[in-house]
């Protein structure tokens, strides 16, 4: 079996700001909104936006398409620090406690 090692490896949290390696919004950076660890899918705000359509609701309220993010996987993005910009996520230990950290500068991310 070909199991992606990226879903149990996720190390990226809900509101962690992250860069996107691949696709039409490569490049660009976002805050995740969310994390599907199952499925190892993020979706980032303002980022890989769809187009869908909407059906009204009522007879009042009009149809039309809206713009929703679209999620992206785990492996197309990396998460940014502020210092330093894209980099890998680094554990350390302070008061007994697990913290990740930037691998780069070593900043608590
Ligand atoms: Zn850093």
Redesign the pocket.
């Known amino acids: 079996m070909n199991k992606d090692i990226s879903i149990t490896k996720c190390k990226l949290k809900k509101e962690d700001t992250v860069k996107v390696l691949a696709g039409k919004d490569v490049g660009k950076t976002g805050r995740i909104l969310k994390i599907d660890r199952t499925k190892g899918r993020v979706l980032v705000e303002g980022l890989n936006l769809v187009k869908k359509a909407i059906k009204p609701k009522s007879q009042n309220e009009k149809g039309g398409i809206k713009e929703l993010e679209a999620s992206i996987h785990i492996s197309n993005v990396m998460i940014v620090?502020?210092?330093?910009?894209v980099?890998r996520i680094g554990y350390n230990f302070k008061n007994k406690k697990k913290i990740r950290i930037?691998?780069?500068?070593?900043?608590v991310?």
């Open positions: 620090c502020k210092k330093c910009g980099t930037c691998r780069k500068c070593g900043d991310l």
